[in-house]
């Protein structure tokens, strides 16, 4: 399983912006589909967004505001996040799994590989 890291959390303004990164290790980072999740305090993770080879879902809180995409090249996956609205420290976290189906991505026991999370605060 591949290794991840998430890095570009911190704090922004209600309707501002953000992108996530997640590096992953590993020489086949193209066959994983890779889901993008968040945890408030004293709250459930929640999915997010996913991404495959060909194919994207989104929860429905963050579509039209969130665009996850990829760059195989730089084993990377990316979460661009606009019009964010007031939360207090979220953590987003990155996971992937070798040939998961996006109809599947949405279940966090469907992953094997995890990040150990970037916190994202938006201040109202």
């Known amino acids: 399983q591949v290794q991840l890291v998430e890095s570009g959390g911190g704090s922004v303004q209600a309707g501002g912006s953000l992108r996530l990164s997640c590096a992953a290790s590993?020489?086949?980072?193209?066959?994983?589909?890779m889901g993008w999740f968040r945890q408030a305090p004293g709250k459930e993770r929640e999915f997010v967004a996913a991404i495959s080879w060909s194919r994207t879902d989104y929860a429905d809180s963050v579509k039209g505001r969130f665009t996850i995409s990829r760059d195989n090249a730089k084993n990377t996956v990316y979460l661009k996040m606009n019009s964010l609205k007031p939360k207090k420290k979220d953590v987003y976290y990155c996971?992937?799994?070798?040939?998961?189906?996006?109809?599947?991505?949405?279940?966090?026991?469907?992953?094997?590989?995890w990040g150990q999370g970037t916190q994202v605060t938006v201040d109202s």
């Open positions: 996971a992937g799994d070798k040939y998961l189906s996006v109809s599947r991505a949405r279940m966090t026991s469907m992953y094997k590989s």
């Open positions: 590993g020489r086949t980072f193209s066959t994983y589909t």
